[in-house]
């Protein structure tokens, strides 16, 4: 692989973004509310179709309409997250904001190393051998223009095998930590922890400033670093 990866230098790409499938849709929302994120997007299928449900809509003008929501969109600061409803609570995806040459690097290393690339004109998908997918996003209107609430890490189990440092391969980011079952990758602003277990889940997400030390309604504690 050495001979296609490039060299690393220092990147403006931002861990920026996470995603649940849960049953507790009202219930996150409800949460991120009262940890001061905006909803800005609700929608949902509804009578058949796709329709939107998004503020000044609250949920008691719809909660009794039996509308399976695909997505909501919750922003503060630099962090964007989302949730849909699933059966279960499962961890689907992280996302990175890069720049044009960053987003060209990433897809490039992502094709040498055989990983399935689903590119969008919103946002680009990549799948790793985990069952956790990467988001790359280019747009920067998907964050405030407001700089805080950034994401300085987060811990993430997962069933890696043969090769957890294909992550890291990927994303062109420093090992500092590798010992049974646990891996460090660290960028020039943020890092991924990584636990060997049987699923994928977001243990935790710390921020680089903020004042809470909760845990949301799928399980995720958020904590300030």
């Known amino acids: 692989m050495e001979g296609w990866r490039v060299k690393r230098k220092e990147t403006t790409m931002q861990l920026f973004h996470y995603h649940w499938w849960t049953d507790k849709v009202e219930a996150m929302e409800e949460f991120y509310k009262q940890m001061g994120f905006k909803t800005v997007i609700r929608a949902g299928r509804f009578n058949g179709e796709m329709q939107t449900f998004n503020p000044p809509l609250t949920w008691d003008d719809f909660r009794g309409k039996n509308i399976t929501f695909r997505i909501i969109e919750m922003v503060k600061g630099q962090t964007n997250l989302t949730f849909g409803y699933g059966t ?4 689907d995806h992280i996302g990175l904001l890069v720049n044009e040459e960053e987003y060209l690097e990433i897809i490039e290393r992502a094709h040498h190393m055989n990983g399935k690339v689903m590119e969008g004109e919103r946002r680009t998908f990549i799948s790793t051998p985990y069952n956790l997918r990467i988001e790359l996003q280019k747009r920067s209107d998907v964050v405030t ?52 277990e049987n699923k994928v889940r977001l243990i935790s997400v710390v921020y680089q400033d903020g004042t809470w030390n909760s845990v949301d309604p799928a399980g995720t504690k958020l904590v300030r670093g």
């Open 145 to 196: 223009e407001e700089n805080h609430t950034r994401i300085h890490s987060m811990e993430i189990g997962l069933p890696f095998g043969e090769n957890p440092e294909w992550m890291a391969d990927l994303l062109n980011l420093r090992i500092t930590e590798k010992q049974a079952g646990k891996m460090k990758l660290e960028s020039d602003h943020w890092s991924l922890i990584f636990n060997k």
């Open 88 to 91: 279960k609570d499962r961890f």
